[in-house]
């Protein structure tokens, strides 16, 4: 079993379900950016994204836009990215770490090598928004020999049949896009439809699935705990980093946590 379906297992143990959290390294500067992981790390995170900053983020919204542009323009390349993660690793061994990037930045540096760096770094898998089921063969080929995790996503327009060949083509999560269009934190969300449509997930597939884009409230984290098995926080989390508002930041890591406690 791998460190991200051990995970979940363990969290469904104690009755809870999965916080996913998402920063971006290098926004609004490197140094506030890694203060900022060890803040959300350490008051509750039990899945890490790690944010790969690139130049055209198709599915991200405004705030996380932002984030990508500022840490181009800080410098912030893939060796920082890696970097932040090995530092990470040193303290906190046991919390899986993902890294979301686009396909891109694969493709440039090489499967093979992208795999290599990824797994020395201590990053136990990928997110990948723009990479579809059917052409993620290549990448999952590199991936073996160093036993990283995709994880790919699924949306409310998914039909059955394609959701199967999402869970098939993912390793241990599925990441299921809460509603069409980009990410953003959002008042409120259509909770029964997308209910209905983890359900159909779950009708064809097993493995463990979490919601994201727009969930911004304990009361959304609580109820998606009820059907979901975790829940992925991104632009609230990365607006608190930009405002370098740590206390609030680690006030909501909490507040959300306590959300996906369903015993």
């Not at 995709?150 to 241990?172: F, M, N, Q, Y």
């Not at 597939?205 to 919601?211: A, I, L, Q």
Request: some cysteine; charged content about 30%; overall charge neutral.
């Amino acid at each position: 079993m791998g460190k991200i379906r051990e995970r979940f297992e363990n969290l469904k143990a104690k009755g809870e379900r999965a916080l996913v959290s998402y920063l971006m390294v290098g926004y609004p500067d490197y140094e506030t950016s890694l203060k900022a992981f060890h803040t959300v790390l350490e008051n509750g995170t039990d899945i890490l994204e790690i944010g790969f900053p690139f130049s055209d983020p198709v599915a991200d919204g405004p705030t996380i836009q932002l984030a990508h542009e500022v840490a181009l323009k800080n410098g912030i390349r893939s060796e920082h990215v890696f970097q932040l993660a090995r530092d990470l690793r040193e303290k906190f061994r046991d919390i899986p770490f993902l890294l979301m990037t686009y396909y891109n930045p694969i493709f440039r540096i090489g499967h093979e090598r992208f795999c290599k760096l990824t797994k020395e770094s201590g990053i136990d898998g990928f997110i990948v928004p723009d990479l579809p089921p059917e052409e993620c063969e290549p990448l999952k080929e590199a991936m073996k020999p160093y036993d990283l995790s995709l994880v790919l996503l699924a949306s409310p327009t998914s039909t059955k049949e394609r959701l199967e060949l999402i869970c098939k083509k993912s390793d241990e999560m599925v990441y299921f896009v809460s509603v069409t269009g980009t990410t953003g934190a959002r008042g409120e969300l259509p909770l029964e439809n997308i209910k209905r449509k983890v359900e159909l997930y779950r009708s064809v597939c097993e493995k463990p699935v979490v919601v994201g884009f727009g969930v911004s409230k304990k009361e959304h984290a609580r109820s998606i705990s009820e059907f979901a098995n975790g829940v992925v926080v991104g632009s609230l989390l990365v607006k608190l980093t930009a405002e370098r508002k740590f206390e609030e930041l680690t006030a909501k890591v909490k507040e959300l946590k306590e959300g996906t406690i369903i015993k």
